[in-house]
Structure formats: C-alpha cells, structure tokens
C-alpha cells in the first residue's frame, strides 16, 4: 500500500515536460538530472515534492521521446507512482523497464494537495480527504511481472532471459 | 479467411501481423505477446549511454545482436561540450568492444543512415529513439523504445512486443502545387490526434502513397509516433524497389503488403486534392491550421532539417524557392542536411550554393537544433517556423519560445519574408 500526496497535472504532458531536452548533457548524471523533474512546469517541482508523493495527470501522460531517464528522475524523486488516464507508449514501457508504477484511473477527481492511498495489487486508488474510492485498469499481466521483479534489468538478472509467461 | 485441411486456419494478416509472425516464428495477430528476433537495432548518443550502463548492469556478458547493432552519434554532433564528448567516448569505446556499428560525427541522422544503409522490407527493427518509426516506409515494423529495452536486445537479440492492432490511413487524390507530404502527415496528426493512435501501428495505402517517393513516405512515416504510434508502414513497392537499387543494394528489396482479407481497428480516409499548406502551432503537433490562418506571424528563425524533412527533396525544394532571393534581415535559416549523402548530393547540384547566397547557414549533417542541444537554440520570446516533428514547449531549448511545423516549402518562403507565409505565391 503506497500513501502520499498529489501534484496533479494536465494533459499531453511531454517529456520534454518531464525533463526538459537541454539538460541532455546532465543524462549519465542522473542525480542532477533528476533536480529539473517537471522545471519548465513548475521551477520549485524537484524541491517541493516529497518521498512517496505521487505525479497525477491527465490524457497521454508521457508523450514524445523515447528518453528512459524521463521516468528514471521521476523514481530518483522518490515518487511512488504515476497516476493518468493514459500513458504514452514508449513512457509506460520505459516506466515499468525501470520499477516506477503507472496507475491507469480516471483522475478527473484529483486535486493537488490531495492525500491518496494506492493499492497497486488490487487496482484501487482512494482520496482519502474526500472519501472517494476509484477502480484502476489493471496492468497486462507481462508488465506486473516484469514491475514485481524490480524493473526489467532485475527480470534478466534474476532468469537470464525472458520469462514472461507463469 | 481459407481453410485448409478443415484443421488449419490462416488468417488474413496486415503487415505488422506478418512481420510478428515470421520473427516470432509463430502464427500470431493483434493483441498477442510475442518475443520476436531483431534483424537491426539503432541507438543515438542521448540515449546509448544508459543503455550502455544497463547492460554492464544485467551482467550478461553476451551480445547476440551486437553485429546487428548501429550507435549512431547525432544528436549532439559534434559534440558541443565536454560531458558529451565523454559520453561518445564511452560510447565510441563500448561499440568497438562488442564489436558494434558506429555512425560518427558527419555521418548524419540515424534513422536517414537507416533507411539509406541498412533497413529492409520486412525487417523488424528497434531503435532507442522515438523516431525508429521512420522505416516502417520502407515496409519494414520499426520502433521506438527506452535505452533498457534496446539493451536487452541488443543482449539477446530478441525483446518482446505486443502485436498491434492496425489502423488503415487511406490517402488519395493528387497533392496540390506547394502542398508537400509534410502537409499530409500534418493533416493526418490533426484528424487522429496525439494519442488516438496509441499502441497501434499506421498501414498507409491508396494512390497518393502509391504515388509519394521515398523521401515523402519517410515523413509520413518519421511522424507515426506523433499520433501515438508504434509503427506507421507502407507496404513495399516499385518506389521502394527504385529507391533500394539507387541506395546500391537492389538485393534487399521484398514485396510485403498486407492480405486482402486484414482486419483493421478503424480507418481514416483521407482526399489531398484541396488539401492547403499546414502548419502545426505551439506548443502542440495536433494543433493544425492552414498555413493562412497564421500569415504574417514574424519568425525570428528557420530551421530547414531533421529525419522528418532534411532529405535531398526536402532541400531541392527549399533551394528553388531560395534561389535569387534573400533571407529576410531579421531571421536566420538554418539547414542541416539530414546525411553525409545528402550533403554531398545537395552540394553537386548547386543546393547549398544557392542557400548560402540567400543568406541562410548550413550546419553539418545530424539532428541540428531540433533538439535544443546546440547549432540554434532559440531565445526567450523567440519564434521558429521548422520543418521538425515537434513543437513541444522548451523543445528547442528554451521553455519561452514559439516553434510552428512546416513543410520545407513553407519554411523557405518564411524565411524571404520573414513572417509564416504561404509557399503557394513562391512556386510555378
């Protein structure tokens, strides 16, 4: 069970959003990547935001490049999980690649400020300051095995290979 | 469908379902998990070193796509400040180790060298850069993903992939003069949206396609991902075959298009015959108008390039329209070939000659600006009229400017009057 705070955001949020393009030369130092986390949407995100806080947004979260370190600073933020109503394609791979949850929810009803518990296995996300209860999609079975092990490279390191069947 | 031996049934498959079978080795169709050989893996200098870091990671020790494997340095080439000239070290080193492909400084764009070098119809590729779609126009299923999964294949040399659903794009009619196959992707993004085609490929047919050269069905196919996509496709043909022979390698073509009988999710049809000039506005690709819905906006810069529009055709049209004239005093046109062949095809036939006369520059071959790296990154309030993919905010390299989408004709003429302006009154 994860519990935190929300910092919601709109939709087709990029992740030029996530992590601007002009840090580029800061990508194989993550740790000051990860300070400009969302900068070009709120310049005070990376400082304000807490361990085990969680990103809510709208439509087609993560759109735009393949650039893994987009959810690799989200993680390095401490940040529990994404909640949206959609993900982008390469982002949602590439989140659950490197172990940081997505959560598939209606978020209309999300504020920041907002104290949630999410209940990945079950697929429930709950407001607690407004007492409501809201159902996940849950994820494909493939990606739940491969976020069970830690993210894809603890998947190869634990089997050698693929082992995404029971 | 046709049955056979009342037992056996073959479905009738699109072109994504037949490429997943045969690397798969299994009948598969939409909605399937399959782990799929790789027949060529690309990576670019902003994501390579993770991926890099990823594999010392697994601790695998073993590289079976290695040989299949490019690292293209082009997206910061040459290299604009010390820690990317260590990463392309890093780089440079770890692709000689596995003893891996690597396209240097000068070479150009990964997914122009792709398509120009390397990729085949019926290939399934996979690329750590968003912009791996651009040789589904070669008939083959190219795709974006994360450093970590082009690791693994790159280990391995297989990943897994869900197949998936197709959706039909069916374009005809005849384009327009000063209407560009930029325009079309552009009017396609409109229709579908940003996300109306997440997790599915593009299949583009009709007569229009039939009658696009390679250059066009590469942007077409460069902004798939843009709609959300995982692959945009065109089934290969006699273009493809003619293009194949130019590239000096006539011995890779195919013919791969889907059965007769596919099923598709949905389909877009689409008439070009009215089609006007388009332009994509801030800070969204889906935001589209016609271009004289924007005339008139100054542009501080213009940007000619990029895998979506820096080909040779895409500079042809460019020069003719800058041909005699002058930039405008108040904008700078940029242009980066998209290859080393681009360039050199460009410079033979007078192209770059005549660029530089207008008053524009030319950087060398590779991404250029369009990632806001180096080579023409925009000041605050500044406006960028480009012939990229994507206008999204900061995109560019800084969060408080404006970038609008354009084909290279519109972009050209933009450039002699120095506001967006319609290519229409620049052409014969």
Redesign the interface.
Known sequence: MMKGRAWKFGD?I?T??II???Y??????PDLLAQHLME?TDPEFASKVQPGDFIVAG??FG???????AP?VIKLNDISAVLAK?F???FY??AI??GLPLVIVDTSDIETGDQLEVDLKKGIVRVLNKDIELKATPL?E?MLRILDDG???NH??KY???K?EG | MTEINCQVIIVDKTISEKIFSEKSGKETSAGDIVIARVDRIGLQDGTSPLAIRQMIKMGLNKFEGAEKTIFFIDHASPSPRKELSNDHKFIRDFAKKIGAGISDVGNGIFHQRMAESFVKPGDLVVGADSHTCTYGALGAFSTGMGSTDVAIAIMLGKTWFRVPETIRVEVNGTLPNGVFPKDVMLAIVREIRSDGATYKALEFVGDAIDNMSMDGRLTLCNMAIETGAKAGIVPSDHVTKKFLAEMGRPEDFKEIRADEGAEYEWELNLDVSDLPPLVAKPHEVDNVVAVEKVEGTHVDQVFIGTCTNGRLSDIEIAAEILKGQKVHPETRLIVNPASKQTYLQAMKKGFIEIIMEAGGVVNPPGCGPCVGIHQGVLGDEEVCISTQNRNFKGRMGNPNSYIYLASPATCAASAIKGEITDPRGFLK
């Open positions: 087709n990029t030029d959003h601007p393009g002009r580029y030369h800061l990508r194989s130092n070009d439509r087609n759109m735009g490049s393949s650039r893994e370190h690799l959609s982008a394609r390469i791979r590439n690649n490197v494909p493939v993210g894809l490279v190869i390191r050698g290979d693929f995404l």
